[in-house]
T-cell receptor, first 114, second 115 residues
């Protein structure tokens, strides 16, 4: 069974601080996605990483896919209150075939205090 | 496009009653997913349709749950009879499958409370 473990589960920081959240697995994924979910809404895709070692930047957010495609990290620089939300990682297994369902982590709940 | 549309947004029902949740996927998307989200278990995939055909229903909890997709623009998730432990937020998501495309677009969810 493929599992994605996210850490930390909860994080509360002050505006302006930097932070990193992690998504780890013992399994290989063909691609991995990061979503952000705000209260009362569904998750919204932030980024997809596909290649081992890949780094993608989205303004103050930096995403990295591990060389072995088993793990990923999300780093936020100078966090702002608008970054508050639940950050979810999701992956597609390498042998998904026709069943390309996403495997989801439980998420990191981030609170950025003004 | 209006995005994935779910109805109702909130549902409060008594134990034993039938509950039907509805979803209209984004036009042109050929995959549809029903998820359940709780604090304890996170986002759980219930069932996944591709081109209106159920591909994976291994996440459907038990026979009380059923899902249909009669056409490309509509799907329902039914719980009969409902139980308090079914209380959760239910999300529908759709996706336009491509070789490298796995982005899922979510609706706003239906918050179900069974009392």
């Amino acid at each position: 069974t493929q599992l994605l473990e996210q850490s930390p589960q909860f994080l509360s920081i002050q505006e302006g601080e930097n932070l990193t959240v992690y998504c780890n697995s013992s399994s290989v994924f063909s691609s991995l996605q990061w979503y952000r979910q705000e209260p009362g809404e569904g998750p919204v895709l932030l980024v997809t990483v596909v290649t081992g070692g890949e780094v993608k930047k989205l303004k103050r957010l930096t995403f990295q896919f591990g060389d072995a495609r088993k793990d990923s990290s999300l780093h936020i620089t100078a966090a702002q209150p608008g970054d508050t939300g639940l950050y979810l990682c999701a992956g597609v297994g390498p042998n998904a075939g026709n069943n390309r369902k996403l495997i989801w982590g439980l998420g990191t709940s981030l609170a950025v205090n003004p | 496009d209006a995005g994935v549309i779910q109805s109702p947004r909130h549902e409060v029902t008594e134990m034993g009653q039938e509950v039907t949740l509805r979803c209209k996927p984004i036009s042109g998307h050929n995959s549809l997913f029903w998820y359940r989200q709780t604090m304890m278990r996170g986002l759980e995939l219930l069932i996944y349709f591709n081109n209106n055909v159920p591909i994976d229903d291994s996440g459907m909890p038990e026979d009380r749950f059923s899902a249909k997709m009669p056409n490309a623009s509509f799907s329902t998730l039914k719980i009969q009879p409902s139980e308090p432990r079914d209380s959760a937020v239910y999300f529908c998501a759709s996706r336009k499958d491509g070789i490298m495309n796995t982005e899922a677009f979510f609706g706003q969810g239906t918050r179900l409370t069974v009392v």
